[in-house]
């Protein structure tokens, strides 16, 4: 059964400053995503990782992949406000066959402090 | 060019009530996935829909539950007899194909049962 990890779960953190936060998957997939869910509302996809190495940026998130450590990274640059929100990694199960089932982690909570 | 629709957007409903969720996918989509999030937690996957097949329903559970995607109309997920344990929010997403195609999700219905 594939498994998904994030951490941290939870991260307060001050504006300006920087922090990754980290995804682990148990099983080989060759695609991941990342997700953001403000309260009360629904997925907005943030970047499609697609194979080894990649590595995508927009604005002050960068995300990026390593097939081989099945890890995926979500950097954040000089927070602000306006990134608080929960953040969801998610793998699909490309191994299994079921590349159409999604697998995503817990979610981290972030919380930027002015 | 309106993305994944579902409704409603909330649903109370007492204990031993039915509920019916609906979603109507993104156009040109006809592959249909249903997520539920608990309080707290990631989504977990719980059925993939073609028009008139279901093509995987490992994550439903086996009794209460079932889903369906008519030749016309939305896709359906309804839920016999609900229980306080039911409540959750409930994700439709939709891909064009299936087997990777990246899923672009509605905003959910939360489900809440007295």
């Known amino acids: 059964e594939l498994k998904v990890e994030q951490n941290p779960l939870f991260l307060s953190m001050q504006e300006g400053k920087n922090y990754t936060i980290y995804c682990n998957y148990s099983t080989t997939s060759d695609r991941l995503y990342w997700y953001r869910q403000d309260p009360g509302k629904s997925l907005e996809s943030l970047f499609v990782?697609?194979?080894?190495?990649a590595v995508k940026q927009e604005g002050r998130l960068m995300a990026s992949l390593d097939t081989k450590a099945r890890l995926s990274t979500l950097h954040i640059t000089a927070a602000v406000h306006d990134l608080s929100a929960t953040y969801f990694c998610a793998v699909d199960g490309a191994s299994g066959g079921s590349n159409y089932k999604l697998t995503f982690g817990k979610g981290t909570l972030l919380t930027v402090n002015p | 060019n309106a993305g994944v629709m579902q409704n409603p957007r909330h649903l109370v409903r007492r204990r031993g009530q039915e509920a019916r969720l609906r979603c109507s996918p993104m156009?040109?989509?006809?592959?249909v996935y249903w997520y539920r999030q608990l309080p707290e937690e990631g989504l977990k996957f719980m059925v993939y829909?073609?028009?008139?097949?279901?093509?995987?329903e490992s994550g439903m559970p086996k009794e209460r539950f079932s889903a369906e995607f008519p030749k016309e109309g939305p896709s359906i997920l309804r839920i016999q007899q609900v229980v306080r344990g039911d409540s959750a929010a409930y994700f439709c997403?939709?891909?064009?194909?299936?087997?990777?195609?990246?899923?672009?999700f509605g905003p959910g219905t939360r489900l809440t049962v007295l």
């Open positions: 997403a939709s891909s064009p194909q299936g087997g990777g195609y990246e899923q672009f």
């Open positions: 156009k040109g989509h006809s592959h």
């Open positions: 829909l073609q028009k008139e097949n279901i093509i995987d």
């Open positions: 990782l697609l194979s080894n190495g």
